[in-house]
C-alpha cells in the first residue's frame, strides 16, 4: 500500500516562499509520474505540476516561471518548490501518483499554504 505524506507548508506573506515536501513509501517514485494539486476553499481539486517518470514537467498556467517540481529518487520524495507566491495560491497542497492522467492513490491528509497579502 503506497502511502504519501505532505510536509512544508506554512503561512507566508506574498512574494515570499515555500518548498513543499511529499515523501512516498509502499512504490518507488522513479517508476511514476507525480504531481502536485491544491484545493482551495470552496473549489475543485486542481493539478499544479506533474513529473513523468522521464523527467519531463508540465505546470498549469497559473504557476509557470513560479513554482518548479522535482524529485530526489534516493529520497523517494518529490518537492515543489514555491516562488514569489500570491494570495491566491492559498490552499491545501497534495501529492499523488499519475496514471492515465488521473491520480492514482487516496489522497493524504495534505500540507497547508496560506498567503497573506
Known amino acids: 500500500q503506497v502511502q504519501l505524506v505532505e510536509s512544508g507548508g506554512g503561512l507566508v506573506q506574498a512574494g515570499g516562499s515555500l518548498r513543499l515536501s511529499c515523501a512516498a513509501s509502499g512504490s518507488m517514485i522513479s517508476t511514476n509520474n507525480m504531481a502536485w494539486y491544491r484545493q482551495a476553499p470552496g473549489k475543485q481539486r486542481e493539478l499544479v505540476a506533474h513529473i513523468t517518470r522521464g523527467g519531463i514537467l508540465n505546470y498549469a498556467d497559473s504557476v509557470k516561471g513560479r513554482f518548479t517540481i522535482s524529485r530526489d529518487n534516493a529520497k523517494n520524495t518529490v518537492y515543489l518548490q514555491m516562488n514569489s507566491l500570491k494570495p491566491e495560491d492559498t490552499a491545501v497542497y497534495y501529492c499523488?501518483?499519475?496514471?492515465?492522467?488521473?491520480?492514482?492513490?487516496?489522497w493524504g491528509q495534505g500540507t497547508q499554504v496560506t498567503v497573506s497579502s
Open positions: 499523488n501518483r499519475v496514471f492515465l492522467g488521473r491520480p492514482l492513490d487516496v
